[in-house]
Every structure is written in structure tokens, then in C-alpha cells.
């Protein structure tokens, strides 16, 4: 069974009058129920980022073009997707709404929310700008979820042009970190990025490939750390 048909039947189990924010109480489930995970994982992006879209006043193409970069939809689901995009969209319940029920579902797992968080900034990028409205949207998606404010500007800066880039940020130390302390979090970056762990909690396998651009900032920000510490 496809995710995309698991997503249409969760969005059918939904009651007469609930809004798509539902699904998440209904989906909620054990740690290792990756597959209902992976289903909430995959509404929660693109019913976000219909939220998100409202942030800058339009939806582009290239927006939508994003969500399908992520999650590769074959062409005989596509309408499950527009479906899940509509109905977001149309609900009357806020983003914050939204963000409070994943953040429930996902509760012991923040690893979960900064995945969702990046698969977010990947469709905000997706038309050529960044737009302010946007910014604020994620920053309180990113402090309802619990994501502190170095992590939110390491994502931030490894998707919008010419945002600050802190190594220290990237790798979820304090400047007065030793080497070893700095070198200890770059090998466990490392490990938590490998594709294997993230599908192990439930990103779709099409999100993996997000994970490429944050390995390439992890390896980045631990050559410049050390490459400080020898000068």
C-alpha cells in the first residue's frame, strides 16, 4: 500500500465537519508505527506549508513544484495531495493549531519536528525569495515545535541566501565549546543524518535527500571549527 493511499484513507476516516487537523490525533501512534508516522509526517509538510503559503499572499509554482522535489507523487495520486493541500488550506484552524497537534504526535522525538522544519524551508525557497512573513511563520512553527533558536538559524542559514552561518550553530554547541566537544557533535551529526536513522523515525524516503544539504553544513561547519582551533 502506497503512503498516498494510507493518506487518502486517513483523510477519509476523518468525521463529517472535522477539519484536516484531526488526522493527527487519529494517527497518533507508538514510536514504532513508522508507517502512520510517515503518513503524519508527509500531511504535516504540505498541510503547513498551505498554511505557509498564506504567509506571502500567494501559492506558486514553483512552491508546488517543491512539494513534489520532496514527495515524489506519482501522477495517479496527485489529487490526494491537492486534496490534503485544499483541505488545509480551507480549515479554519490556525498554523499554530496545526503545529501544537504534530508536536503532540512527534513528543519525545524533536529529531522528528526539525526534519518537518527543513522540508518546510525547502518549500518556502522554492519561488527565489525568502519572504519576512515567511520568517515569522517558521520562527513560531520552530518555537512551538521546541526547536531552540541556534538550531532554527542553522536551518535557516543552509536555505536562504546570505543568512548568517554559524558553525557553532550548526552544530548545536556554545562558542566556548572545546575541540573535543565540537568534534564529539560533528560525529554525532553525522550519525543522525545518515539516511538510514531518518527513515528509522519516520521521514519518506523522498524527504531523505533533504538530508544531503545538512550533511554538506555539518562537515562544513567542522572543518571551519577546526581549521580555527589549529590557526
Known amino acids: ?33 513508522c508507517p502512520e508516522r510517515t503518513v503524519a509526517f508527509t500531511i504535516a509538510v504540505i498541510a ?3 498554511k505557509m503559503a498564506k504567509a506571502d499572499g500567494e501559492v506558486t509554482r514553483d512552491e508546488v513544484s517543491a512539494f513534489r522535489q520532496v514527495f515524489a507523487v506519482p ?5 490526494h495531495a491537492a486534496q490534503v493541500f485544499n483541505l488545509a ?24 519536528l526539525v526534519d518537518l522544519l ?3 524551508f525547502h ?22 515545535f521546541g526547536v531552540g ?3 532554527f538559524r542553522a536551518i535557516r542559514a543552509r536555505y536562504v541566501q546570505d543568512a548568517p552561518r554559524d558553525p557553532y550553530d550548526v552544530l548545536g554547541i556554545t562558542h566556548s565549546a572545546s575541540i573535543d566537544e565540537a568534534r564529539a557533535a560533528w560525529k554525532a551529526a553525522v550519525r543522525d543524518t545518515h539516511p538510514d536513522r531518518l527513515m528509522a523515525r519516520g521521514v519518506p524516503e523522498e524527504a531523505v535527500k ?3 544539504r545538512r550533511l554538506i553544513a555539518v562537515n562544513a561547519a567542522w572543518e571551519e571549527i577546526s581549521a580555527r582551533e589549529a590557526a
Open 123 to 144: 518549500v518556502s525557497v522554492a519561488d527565489g525569495h525568502y519572504h519576512p512573513r515567511e520568517d515569522a511563520f517558521l520562527a513560531e512553527v520552530a518555537r512551538i
Open 118 to 120: 527543513e522540508g518546510l
Open 1 to 33: 500500500m502506497s503512503i498516498w493511499t494510507r493518506i487518502a484513507e486517513a483523510i477519509a476516516a476523518l468525521a463529517k465537519g472535522e477539519g484536516l487537523s484531526a488526522v493527527f490525533e487519529k494517527l497518533r501512534s507508538p514510536p514504532e508505527a
Open 75 to 79: 501522477p495517479g495520486d496527485e489529487a
Open 149 to 151: 533558536e541556534g538550531c
Open 210 to 212: 533533504l538530508a544531503e
Open 89 to 112: 488550506r480551507q480549515d479554519v484552524a490556525g498554523f499554530d493549531a496545526y503545529a501544537r497537534k504534530i508536536r503532540a504526535m512527534f513528543q519525545g522525538d524533536s529529531r522528528v
Open 48 to 50: 503547513l506549508g498551505a
